[in-house]
Antibody, heavy 124, light 114 residues
Framework: QLQLQESGPGLVKPSETLSLTCTVSGGSISSSSYYWGWIRQPPGKGLEWIGSIYYSGSTYYNPSLKSRVTISVDTSKNQFSLKLSSVTAADTAVYYC????????????????WGQGTLVTVSS | QSVLTQPPSVSGAPGQRVTISCTGSSSNIGAGYDVHWYQQLPGTAPKLLIYGNSNRPSGVPDRFSGSKSGTSASLAITGLQAEDEADYYCQSYDSSLSGFGGGVFGGGTKLTVL
């Protein structure tokens, strides 16, 4: 059974860079059938897609975050990572990683399964 | 403001049927992109409920069903149960966002079982 687990600091200072890693177990991140994605949810609010990555390294980002986001993949460790620079209090959220199941070669599909999520608070 | 519009809340009594709408536009649902639905119980991660407009993953009761028409989609829940009380989100793709990879979510709908 595929499982995903987010890890990283729970507190980040304003203007610094948020860094999270998602470790995939029970399956290979290098599978050609899937993309891998990051989604966030501010407290009490809805879901926001941050970006997606293929095992080859191809990335797709939310235009509203694109200038600050970098998603990378490490197939040797079966992990993918998120970096969000110049954070502010508005970036405080639960960050989820998830597998993106696509029936085509494009990152258009559904997210399943999801990691349990990790709360990142931006505060000095 | 979400690209996909959902009602903030819906409610129903046990045993009743409720529907949750998800309204998009010609650059997302209306462009032919599939709609997917997620259930988020309090304090937990979202869980896939419906994929590809109307398909249920194994383990999801057939009380849950999805449909899509034009620029909108709907999630229907029949035989409402107390355990269905949760937040529900629709998700699709928008061709005006990030080329072919622009994932978009609805704002979410809180279902209250009376």
């Amino acid at each position: 059974q595929l499982q995903l687990q987010e890890s990283g600091p729970g507190l980040v200072k304003p203007s610094e860079t948020l860094s999270l890693t998602c470790t995939v177990s029970g399956g290979s991140i290098s599978s050609s059938s899937y993309y891998w994605g990051w989604i966030r949810q501010p407290p009490g609010k809805g879901l926001e897609w941050i970006g997606s990555i293929y095992y080859s390294g191809s990335t797709y980002y939310n235009p509203s975050l694109k200038s600050r986001v970098t998603i990378s993949v490490d197939t040797s460790k079966n992990q993918f990572s998120l970096k969000l620079s110049s954070v502010t209090a508005a970036d405080t959220a639960v960050y989820y990683c998830a597998r993106l199941v696509s029936l085509t070669l494009l990152p258009q599909g559904w997210f399943d399964p999801w990691g349990q999520g990790t709360l990142v608070t931006v505060s000095s | 403001q979400s690209v996909l519009t959902q009602p903030p809340s819906v409610s129903g009594a046990p045993g009743q049927r409720v529907t949750i709408s998800c309204t998009g536009s010609s650059s997302n649902i209306g462009a032919g992109y599939d709609v997917h639905w997620y259930q988020q119980l309090p304090g937990t991660a979202p869980k896939l409920l419906i994929y590809g407009n109307s398909n249920r993953p194994s383990g999801v009761p057939d009380r849950f069903s999805g449909s899509k028409s034009g620029t909108s989609a709907s999630l229907a829940i029949t035989g409402l149960q107390a355990e269905d009380e949760a937040d529900y989100y629709c998700q699709s793709y928008d061709s005006s966002l990030s080329g072919f990879g622009g994932g978009v979510f609805g704002g979410g709908t809180k279902l209250t079982v009376l």
